[in-house]
């Protein structure tokens, strides 16, 4: 078994990755707050998700790595503009509906990005959730750690950090601290340290469940930071192995979520690798909703270019450094692909054993180049320098063959859909252009060089590529 190492925020070093059981091992995402489409930044981080995954599953087994993800669906924004799209449906009802037409976007796009979908996928707003997570404030306020105020309940940092340490993913300077100071907003700075919402007392017109608390009623709906402790432990255990998202969820979110954990649930190091994805910026600034700067993959998809592109740009940053994001960037992202593409169809096409052998296991991944492959995807998912792997085995003089079944085993982590391009895409080359392709091919066996070309042109004008191999003319998608 080859060595897996991962950066953890939580000990700010590259460590080995030793999971909790042998060789099983869970991943949990923070998945997206479903009020609006997701911007390319956040897909960046699902993208960086997947690759752990598929790199964790290239690894251990595909059976042996169960991934998580969570939906937002209740918090402050989904209701604001629930209410705005469903004025005439009572509050829960509006959430609902309007959070499921998003998050059917997201599936959709993450779909394109070949993001795999995630083995568990647990709502907040589902009713068994909430359960769960009222639950685990009762155990925290029976630790003494939770207090009421205003028919909201608040985590009591300040009691917390004389007795734990508060500022485990990032620094804080606890001396800040006052007793007694609350914030209800789920997002803030951390020089903003202050006594967290765990559960919001109802406001008017907004959905809310009941909830009873030290005998008092309190009708509301559960902080942002309560939702992941408690769906991470319903769908894990505690404690789990990996914990991901952007490197803005370490504070507050993921830096809360760990004291909830502590408290509630009585163990010490609830999550033991904390992964995060550095931004996607635009201009150097970093892409957001609220920034007014953002793409979705609906803007590339206009310009006529292909999702997988982008995650091809995606694969040539480390996922721990910023990304600048420009459109020349990602043109020239699509130009690598389509080159990529290219060369896997070329094999396919002059490869003696072709699709089927492929299919049945008879060529053989090649150990030699496999091993610089896997050094780079376990080297803290180093997709730069695997990438260069690859190239290396497609330049060099391996039989193709053996090649194909190498760059093959290679994509079930790059995700490029590489298995599925060649000789079955011939099948649906166009009538239009099977024609073109034949009068190609007549005019170049009748040494009609010229006409030879501008049928060519005429092919690529419709988005194809007529190429010369040693087996002839073959047509394939730009
Ligand atoms: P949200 O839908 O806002 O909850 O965010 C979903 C995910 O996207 C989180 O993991 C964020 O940390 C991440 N994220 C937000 N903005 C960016 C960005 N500009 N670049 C990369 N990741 C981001
Ligand atoms: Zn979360």
């Known amino acids: 078994m080859n060595k897996l190492y991962f950066y953890n925020t939580l000990t700010r070093q590259k460590e080995e990755f030793k999971p909790i059981d042998n060789n099983r091992v869970g991943v949990y995402t923070c998945g997206p707050t479903v009020y609006n489409y997701a911007h390319i930044g956040n897909l960046r981080s699902y993208v960086f998700a997947d690759l752990l995954v598929k790199i964790l599953r290239y690894n251990f087994?595909?059976?042996?790595?169960?991934?998580?993800?969570?939906?937002?669906?209740?918090?402050?924004?989904?209701?604001?503009?629930?209410?705005?799209?469903?004025?005439?449906?009572?509050?829960?009802?509006?959430?609902?509906?309007?959070?499921?037409?998003?998050?059917?976007?997201?599936?959709?796009d993450t779909a394109k990005l070949n993001i795999a979908k995630p083995d568990f996928i647990a709502h907040a707003a589902d009713a068994a959730y909430v359960k769960k997570m009222q639950a685990l404030i009762k155990n925290i306020f029976k630790a003494g750690y939770a207090y009421i105020k205003d028919g909201s309940v608040y985590f009591d940092v300040v009691k917390y950090s004389k007795k734990y340490k508060y500022g485990l993913l990032v620094d804080i300077d606890v001396s800040k601290l006052k007793s007694g100071e609350r914030v209800d907003d789920d997002e803030y700075e951390?020089?903003?340290?202050?006594?967290?919402?765990?559960?919001?007392?109802?406001?008017?017109?907004?959905?809310?469940?009941?909830?009873?608390?030290?005998?008092?009623?309190?009708?509301?709906?559960?902080g942002w930071h309560i939702e992941c402790s408690a769906m991470g432990e319903a769908a894990l255990g505690m404690p789990f192995d990996i914990h991901t998202g952007g490197v803005d969820l370490k504070f507050p979110h993921h830096e809360n979520e760990i004291h909830q954990s502590v408290i509630g649930y009585g163990v010490k190091k609830p999550v033991n690798y904390w992964l995060h994805n550095e931004h996607l910026l635009v201009d150097g600034q970093r892409m957001g909703k609220r920034f007014n700067n953002f793409y979705t993959l609906k803007d590339l998809e206009e310009k006529n270019l292909d999702p997988l592109a982008y995650r091809f740009l995606c694969l040539q940053t480390g996922y721990g450094k910023v990304m600048n994001f420009t459109w020349q960037a990602l043109e020239s992202a699509a130009e690598g692909l389509r080159h990529l593409q290219n060369q896997v169809r070329g094999l396919n096409s002059s490869s003696k054993l072709g699709f089927f052998a492929r299919i049945f296991g008879k060529s053989q991944v090649n150990s030699k180049f496999k091993n610089p492959f896997l050094e780079a995807i376990n080297d803290d998912l180093n997709m730069p320098r695997a990438l260069a792997a690859a190239q290396e085995l497609l330049k060099s003089d391996l039989a193709d063959e053996e090649k194909l079944a190498t760059i093959i085993d290679f994509d079930k982590v790059l995700g490029l859909g590489l298995k599925n391009l060649g000789k079955i895409e011939k099948t649906i080359i166009p009538d239009e252009i099977e024609k073109l392709a034949k009068a190609r091919l007549e005019a170049r066996q009748n040494k009609n060089w010229q006409e030879a070309d501008r049928l060519r042109l005429e092919i690529e004008k419709f988005g194809y590529l007529a190429e010369d191999t040693k087996n002839g003319q073959r047509i394939s998608k730009k």
Request: hydrophobic letters at 40%; a negative charge; charged letters at 35%.
């Open 61 to 108: 087994g595909k059976s042996n790595v169960r991934w998580v993800m969570n939906i937002t669906d209740v918090e402050d924004k989904t209701i604001r503009d629930s209410k705005i799209k469903y004025p005439d449906l009572a509050p829960m009802e509006a959430l609902k509906k309007f959070t499921a037409e998003f998050e059917g976007i997201f599936w959709l």
């Open 190 to 222: 951390k020089d903003n340290v202050q006594d967290f919402v765990l559960w919001k007392g109802q406001k008017a017109g907004e959905p809310f469940w009941d909830f009873e608390l030290d005998g008092q009623k309190l009708p509301g709906r559960p």
